[in-house]
């Protein structure tokens, strides 16, 4: 595989692998390469091989035994691909990708990112494993000037990613995690994976129900208080300081997922309210810039810190210090604000199309409702070849139908005419 500029290489070992689990080329069972072996093979450090297997055993797709390192035999085989009947139509191509969570990767092709690559890999450095000391410095910075929390760099770590950090506090804490239903699934996968007992608990007008996690008593909490997913809700005022002081009082450990918060007018950071130490945050770049970037930051609760820099995987060098550049030389705010007014316009389109739909406060999706059956419309818009997701996915339990949509990976033009497309199916 060869390596790709703008990724990280522990990342895009990740993606392969999990690439091929999923697909079924690498079936349940199957042992991997020794870390040295693959790192020969690719021509990379054996510490990129160790942080990505790491990563996939912390995500569930891996095992370490005694033999080496396999994929999790527990995993589901994925069914094998029937071929068509001589004469049956071929399955249809996509011609419309509205999956929520792919955001528009402009920035690719901005001169200022260019600029910070180029820089960056004309003095490649190593950097501890809690991250570099500059990007800790500017990240600090940043979540100062727009989530109004006050961080100092120690409180600071470099992380591969949301789930990474996520997998960071739950190895530094025991108990019970409660998350939030409807919630996220993929980072709901992280704590099941490492074993952990998940409880569920609903979001009302208000946000979690406090009074509930009273009931159940977990000991982590994962919240989206600014932007609810996939409701597009935020907490209230009120119930993000009933939920402090729950934390506070109970000893619980509140892991904040700051979700594409920078493209969104919103509350401040639920971590810039707590005086306690009871929220660590995790956060990424991969909604604003490229979800393969493959870093990410976390805050760390004081009483957390030793246990999870034990547990802290490297980071590339290069990604770390092409990102301290790109904050340096002003090119996150300029970008983020760019796509924010984009995402705006692209909201427009939608509420134009769809003026029934669930309007959302900022950020990259929206929530389309329906009167009849969710599964009947997902399968006819895949049918049609347009990639969405049910709204069910997310919820336990609910008597909405509907389904979910991300409004990313399409230029206003293209949005436009597949949204249509989108409408005309779903009328059927």
Known sequence: MPTEPFRSLPGQ????????????????????????????????????????????????????????????????????????AAGAAAPPRLRGDLRPGVPDTAVLASTLWRQAWRAAAAEPAGHPGQGSPRLRRLLAEHLRTTRSVAVSPEQLVVTLGARDGLRLILMATEGVVAVEDPGYPTLHRVPRNLGREVVRVPVDEEGLSVRRLAELAPEVVLVMPNHQYPAGSQMSAARRFELIEWAR??????????????????????????????????????KTLTPALGLGYLVVPERLRAEVLAHALPVSGIVQDAMANFLENDGVRRHTARMGREYRRRREIFAEVFPRGIPMNGGLHAVIELDGDEDGAVERCRAQGLAVEGLGSYWTASDRAGIVIGLGAHKREKLREVLVDLRRVLAT
Do not use: K
């Open 13 to 84: 070992i990740v993606e392969d692998l999990r690439a091929r689990i999923t697909a079924g080329t690498l079936s349940p069972g199957d042992p991997l390469p020794a870390t040295r072996v693959l790192a020969r093979q690719r021509g990379i450090s054996r510490g990129s091989v160790v942080a990505a297997y790491e990563q996939l055993t912390g995500e569930g797709y891996l095992v370490a035994t005694r033999g080496g390192t396999r994929v999790n035999p527990d995993l589901p085989r994925p069914p094998r691909p029937e071929l068509p």
């Open 249 to 286: 009082r109970s000893g619980a450990v509140l892991v904040e997922d700051d979700y594409d918060s920078e493209l969104r007018h919103t509350h401040p950071a639920l971590a810039a309210l707590d005086p306690h130490g009871s929220v660590a945050m995790l956060g990424s770049f991969a």
